[in-house]
C-alpha cells in the first residue's frame, strides 16, 4: 500500500503543482477562488517566495548528491564500517558532532544519509547527524552569532539544544529501532543481499561516469519533493496574515508553538534562518526563537517530503514527534535560565 501511494502520490500531486503553476503564469482561465486567493500583489509574493526558496536550497541539494555520488563510489562500505565507531554511545557522540567536519546544510543532508546508511553506517547514527548537522556546525553558528549580535546567548543555546535533542532521540532510536528505517529494507544488511546498489565499474573514468551518473539520479529523485515543498511553502507564506503575528506572541504556549509552525512552514535554509528569527527580535521572547531556530533545520516542510522518499511512513512520524516534544520542552527550559 505504500508503494502504491508513493508511486501515484507524487506523479498526481507533481501535476497538480504544475497545472496550479500555468494557471498563475498565465494568470487566465483559472477558477475564481484561485483569482481571489492569489491577486497582483500576492501573485508577485509568491513568485518571489518560490523562486528564492529554490535558489535558497538547490546549491545545497547539489552538494548533497555530488558528496553522496561520491561516496557511494569513492568510499567502500569496509571503510564506512571502519570509521564508524561500534558503541552506541560514542557512535551517538560522532553523529551529533560530524557537522562541525562536513557542515551540510538540511536540504542537502537526505541523499547523505541515505547513502551513509546504505554503506553501513548504524541507522541511529545517521538519523543523529540528520537532526544534529544543520544545527551543530560552524557556518550556521557562525550566521546565529551575527544575527544576534546583542544576544549570543542564543547562538549557544541554539547549539546545546540541537545537539541535546539529537542526542535523546539518538538514545531512543538505539532502543527501540530494530529494523532499517529506509523504505523497501527489512534490516540493514538486505540491501546489499538484495542487490538495490548498483555495481560501480572498475577505472577511473568508469568511475567518474558513475559519480555523475549516482548524482544526477540523486538529484531528480530529492528535487521533485524540494519543487513541491517549495511550492506549497510559498502558497501558505503568501496567504498567511502576518498582522496576526503579535497576537500570538501575547499567548506564552501558543507563542511557541506559533514559532514551531512558522519554521515548518518557512523551510528556510538553517544558514540564513537566525536572520529571519531576529526579526522578531522585538516581538517574541527568547524561548519561542530559540524553538524556531531548533525545530525548524530539523523538521521543515520540503525536508520532510524528501524524508518520505526515503524513510518510512512511521519512522518519520515519530521523529517529528519527538523533535517537537523534545524542542518546546527544551526551548521552555532555557528560556528560564537565560
Keep these: 500500500m505504500q508503494k502504491l501511494l508513493y508511486r501515484l502520490g507524487t506523479p ?3 501535476a497538480g503543482c504544475l497545472v496550479m503553476l500555468a494557471l498563475i503564469v498565465v494568470n487566465r482561465n483559472a477558477p475564481e477562488a484561485l483569482l481571489s486567493l492569489f491577486s497582483a500583489a500576492n501573485l508577485q509574493s509568491f513568485h518571489i517566495l518560490f523562486v528564492s526558496i529554490l535558489l535558497e536550497a538547490f546549491p545545497f541539494i547539489m552538494i548533497g548528491v555530488i558528496f553522496s555520488a561520491l561516496l557511494q563510489v569513492f568510499v567502500s562500505d ?3 564500517r571502519r570509521f564508524t565507531p561500534r558503541h552506541p554511545i560514542l557512535g551517538i557522540v560522532f553523529g551529533g558532532l560530524l557537522g562541525i567536519i562536513f557542515p551540510l546544510c538540511e536540504c542537502g543532508m537526505i541523499p547523505v544519509i541515505r547513502r551513509l546508511i546504505r554503506k553501513g553506517m548504524p541507522a541511529y547514527i545517521g538519523i543523529v547527524y540528520l537532526l544534529a548537522g544543520p544545527i551543530v556546525n560552524p557556518i550556521v553558528f557562525s550566521s546565529t552569532y551575527l544575527a544576534f549580535r546583542s ?3 542564543l547562538a549557544y543555546a ?3 539544544l540541537g545537539l541535546a535533542v539529537a542526542t ?10 530494530k529494523a532499517s528505517p529506509l523504505i523497501g529494507v527489512h534490516n540493514e544488511g538486505s540491501l546489499h543481499r538484495e542487490g538495490r546498489l548498483p555495481v560501480i565499474k572498475r577505472g577511473r573514468l568508469n568511475k567518474w561516469s558513475s559519480t555523475l551518473a549516482h548524482a544526477s539520479d540523486e ?3 530529492m528535487g521533485k519533493y524540494l519543487i513541491i515543498g517549495a511550492l506549497l511553502t510559498a502558497v501558505i507564506q503568501t496567504v498567511v496574515d502576518r498582522g ?3 497576537a500570538f506572541a501575547e499567548q506564552p504556549l501558543l507563542s511557541y508553538l506559533f514559532m514551531m509552525v512558522f519554521a515548518f512552514i518557512l523551510s528556510i535554509c538553517s544558514t540564513s534562518d537566525a536572520f529571519i528569527a531576529s526579526s522578531f527580535g522585538g516581538i517574541f521572547t527568547s524561548g519561542p526563537l530559540l524553538a524556531f531556530l531548533v525545530f525548524g533545520p530539523m523538521i521543515d516542510l520540503k525536508n520532510m517530503l524528501m524524508m518520505l522518499s526515503t524513510f518510512k511512513v512511521k519512522i518519520v512520524l515519530i521523529l517529528i514527534a519527538l523533535a517537537f516534544t523534545l524542542t518546546l520542552a527544551g526551548a521552555a527550559l532555557a528560556e528560564v535560565l537565560l
Excluded at 535523546?168 to 529501532?177: A, E, N
Design 244 to 246: 496576526t503575528i503579535a
Design 168 to 177: 535523546v532521540i539518538g538514545f531512543l532510536l538505539v532502543k527501540f529501532l
Design 219 to 221: 538529484f531528480f529523485d
Design 158 to 160: 541554539r547549539m546545546a
Design 12 to 14: 498526481v500531486l507533481g
Design 151 to 153: 544576544t549570543p546567548e
Design 78 to 80: 569496509e571503510t564506512i
